[in-house]
């Protein structure tokens, strides 16, 4: 069983404050998606990273794939109180061709 | 264009009584995922459905859940009967079809939230 484990579980931080965020695992995945999911809706896709070393940048996010595919990590400058919600990583690759999520990091950003 | 829809958005249901949940994904996806989201927890697949097919069903709890998807458009997933331990959230996904689920983008829905009393 593939297990994606993020950290931390809980951030809350102040407007304008930059943040970094975990997703690890001790297994390799061929791609690697982050959601962000706001209460009483799904989950919505940000970004997907395949290659190994790989950085994204989407607006004031940046995503890193790490060199051997096992981890990432979700950098955001300058928090807006818009990036309230929970962060979701979800791995996928492997015989069962499946995402595998996370349980996610619930970021409350105070104005 | 419309995203996926979901429907009921709210159950609240009596141990042991049968619930369906329907959904309606975007128009020209052939994919289409069940999954359950329980608090404090990332999504977890149920039964993904490629056009009318059910090409993975393992995490589907047989004995209770039952799945299905005519024609290849519309889905409903059914619980009969429903326990406690069943009170969750059920999304809905659906993704274009044409490459790895992984790597396609996904596009969920409002859910629906069961509460099994």
């Known amino acids: 069983t593939q297990l994606l484990e993020q950290s931390p579980q809980f951030l809350s931080i102040q407007e304008g404050e930059n943040l970094t965020v975990y997703c690890n695992s001790s297994s390799v995945f061929s791609s690697l998606q982050w959601y962000r999911q706001e209460p009483g809706e799904g989950p919505v896709l940000l970004v997907t990273v395949v290659t190994g070393g790989e950085v994204k940048k989407l607006k004031r996010l940046t995503f890193q794939f790490g060199d051997a595919r096992k981890d990432s990590s979700l950098h955001i400058t300058a928090a807006q109180t818009g990036d309230t919600g929970l962060y979701l990583c979800?791995?996928?690759?492997?015989?069962?061709?499946?995402?595998?999520f996370g349980k996610g990091i619930t970021l409350s950003v105070r104005p | 264009e419309a995203g996926v829809v979901q429907s009921p958005r709210y159950k609240i249901i009596e141990k042991k009584q049968p619930v369906a949940f329907w959904c309606n994904p975007i128009?020209?996806?052939?994919?289409l995922y069940w999954y359950l989201q329980n608090l404090g927890q990332g999504p977890e697949l149920l039964i993904r459905y490629e056009n009318e097919e059910a090409v993975d069903d393992s995490q589907l709890p047989k004995d209770r859940f039952s799945a299905e998807r005519l024609k290849g458009v519309d889905s409903t997933l059914k619980i009969q009967p429903a326990e406690l331990g069943d009170s969750a959230v059920y999304l809905c996904?659906?993704?274009?079809?044409?490459?790895?689920?992984?790597?396609?983008?996904?596009?969920f829905g409002p859910g629906t939230r069961l509460l099994v009393l």
């Open positions: 128009s020209g996806h052939n994919t």
């Open positions: 996904a659906s993704s274009l079809g044409y490459g790895q689920p992984y790597q396609e983008t996904q596009y």
């Open positions: 979800a791995g996928g690759g492997g015989a069962n061709s499946k995402l595998t």
